[in-house]
């Protein structure tokens, strides 16, 4: 079955202390891997995506086959980085993508 | 915002009352979602399209219907509505062009009384 789970609907975090916002997957063929945000009145918009390998707005994240992760990571939160996170699994079957739940961050001043 | 609209952007209806959500595209892409967003649920897919009159159920499509009868436009139906079906709703497209990136729309508040 092709599911991705994010056991964190809330976190909360203090500004400058580091922030991992948590994805797991399943998917029995070969996964691609992305982090979605929306921010207050705005889109949801692609943050990254595990090809690119690139750090978006001090973000990282790295994936894991053994574990099957794809776990979001910043070093130092930053009041801007409150949002709703969603972690997304594209499949090849007609370029579905499966969404996680979804984990609002709050990152308190 | 990837030339990508919603229309209505909001709107109350009454149960049994028959609903249409209308997404519109401007970039020529192939693919056209719809998904509803619901706390603790996040985005769930209801139909997707991969092409003009092709269409496929995704997870949560019971009590939905869609028509992509040209490119640029996914039409989300909802036969006969029910407050189960109040929620907000977000159309997406990708493609090739978007190196299958999801472009959303702003969403469509509906609220089912």
């Known amino acids: 079955a092709q599911r991705v789970t994010q056991p964190e609907k809330l976190l909360s975090v203090f500004k400058g202390a580091p922030v991992e916002l948590k994805c797991n997957y399943s998917?029995?063929?070969?996964?691609?891997l992305f982090w979605y945000v929306q921010y207050s009145r705005q889109r949801l918009q692609l943050l990254l995506r595990?090809?690119s390998r690139e750090s978006i707005k001090g973000f990282t994240a790295d994936l894991n086959k053994g574990e099957t992760s794809f776990h979001l990571k910043k070093p130092f939160a930053q009041e801007e980085d409150s949002a709703m996170y969603y972690c997304?699994?594209?499949?090849?079957?007609?370029?579905?993508?499966?969404f996680g739940p979804g984990t609002s961050l709050s990152v308190i001043p | 915002d990837a030339g990508i609209t919603q229309s209505p952007r909001h709107k109350v209806t009454e149960t049994g009352t028959p609903v249409t959500l209308r997404c519109h595209q401007t970039?020529?892409?192939?693919?056209m979602y719809w998904y509803r967003q619901d706390p603790g649920h996040g985005l769930r897919l209801i139909h997707y399209?991969?092409?003009?009159?092709?269409?496929d159920k995704g997870e949560v499509s019971d009590g939905y219907s869609v028509s992509r009868s040209k490119t640029e436009d996914f039409l989300l139906t909802l036969e006969s509505a029910t407050s189960s079906q109040t929620s907000v709703y977000f159309c997406?497209?990708?493609?090739?062009?978007?190196?299958?990136?999801?472009?959303f729309g702003p969403g469509t508040r509906l609220t089912v009384t």
């Open positions: 970039e020529n892409h192939r693919y």
């Open positions: 595990h090809i």
């Open positions: 997304a699994l594209r499949t090849t079957s007609y370029d579905k993508v499966i």
């Open positions: 998917y029995s063929g070969s996964p691609e």
């Open positions: 997406a497209i990708s493609g090739p062009g978007t190196d299958y990136e999801q472009y």
């Open positions: 399209s991969y092409g003009v009159k092709d269409t």
